[in-house]
């Protein structure tokens, strides 16, 4: 199978890895049909395993690989790898900051009734994820293009177990989206509409990503390390707070281990 793949376009590769992702955060939206309410602690497990998958993904899928190309096309090596990875996180940071001010701006603006404001926070939540989606899509397709360059860590392997682990992460997030719209009063139909909505993003910036890097090979390690910075930033900033809200939070680091650990050992049992 892994042979059969390797004759396979990376683009495509990349447009199918995102695909996957974009179709796990839709099955995670689909819960709507079934239950109106998630259990917490099935939700928060969810998202430290995820994290921890990410985490992983982040060194041995993406900046492994930006050290191996960094080193061979005689970059400095420690300046690209924290100029590249710094931006990554940063750039998020700063639409986060510009749309919470947004946010913030919208809401002195209206007097509504509590339950439309509850609604306008959902809709700010599908927006939020949705940016965030962009740099995993875009992580996906950067490891599928680096293949050809032939790099220890730049896999086949290791980019599917990326795109993998991405799509872990993807399904409670398909879930958060949609089960609080059903209870804001949304039919299921509108609810995982707007759920699924969220990860379409994935595919588009998932063959931007592996576009960029066939075209111009000196921007791989830019691209690997600027995608692991923005993951690590949503893992920091989303994933891990999230799987932290209930009353087992040793339990929840410890599947954080264990999607690290899972991780780890997949990759180096296929590298």
């Known amino acids: 199978m892994i042979e059969f793949l390797n004759n396979v376009s990376p683009i495509l590769l990349a447009f199918i890895?995102?695909?996957?992702?974009?179709?796990?955060?839709?099955?995670?939206?689909?819960?709507?049909?079934?239950?109106?309410?998630?259990?917490?602690n099935v939700m928060d497990a969810m998202l430290g395993f995820a994290a921890g998958v990410m985490i992983a993904a982040s060194y041995f899928?993406?900046?492994?690989?930006?050290?191996?190309?960094?080193?061979?096309?005689?970059?400095?090596?420690?300046?690209?790898?924290?100029?590249?990875?710094?931006?990554?996180?940063?750039?998020?940071?700063?639409?986060?900051k510009l749309f919470n001010l947004f946010d913030k701006k919208l809401s002195k603006k209206t007097n509504k009734e509590n339950k439309n404001n509850s609604f306008k926070r959902c809709l700010m939540l599908i927006t939020s994820i949705t940016l965030h989606n962009i740099p995993e899509g875009l992580a996906v397709g950067v490891a599928f293009g680096s293949i050809i360059y032939g790099l220890d860590g730049a896999t086949l392997s290791s980019a599917l177990l990326l795109a993998l682990g991405i799509g872990?992460?993807?399904f409670p997030e398909g879930t958060a989206v949609s089960v609080p719209l059903r209870r804001e009063g949304l039919s299921r139909k509108k609810a995982f509409f707007y759920g699924q909505l969220s990860g379409i993003v994935e595919?588009?910036?998932?063959?931007?990503?592996?576009?960029?890097?066939?075209?111009?090979r000196l921007l791989l390690p830019y691209l690997l390390s600027f995608a692991a910075g923005a993951m690590i930033?949503?893992?920091?900033?989303e994933l891990i707070p999230e799987s932290q809200t209930n009353k087992r939070k040793e339990l929840m680091a410890l599947f954080t281990l264990i999607g690290f650990s899972v991780m780890m050992i997949l990759d180096i049992a296929l590298g």
């Open 17 to 40: 890895a995102t695909l996957f992702t974009y179709s796990v955060t839709a099955i995670g939206a689909a819960l709507v049909f079934i239950f109106k309410k998630i259990n917490k």
């Open 61 to 96: 899928s993406l900046l492994s690989p930006a050290r191996d190309m960094a080193e061979s096309l005689s970059m400095n090596v420690t300046l690209v790898l924290f100029i590249s990875f710094f931006s990554g996180g940063l750039l998020l940071y700063i639409g986060d």
């Open 168 to 170: 872990l992460q993807n």
């Open 203 to 216: 595919p588009i910036s998932g063959v931007l990503g592996a576009l960029l890097v066939l075209k111009v």
């Open 233 to 237: 930033y949503v893992v920091v900033q």
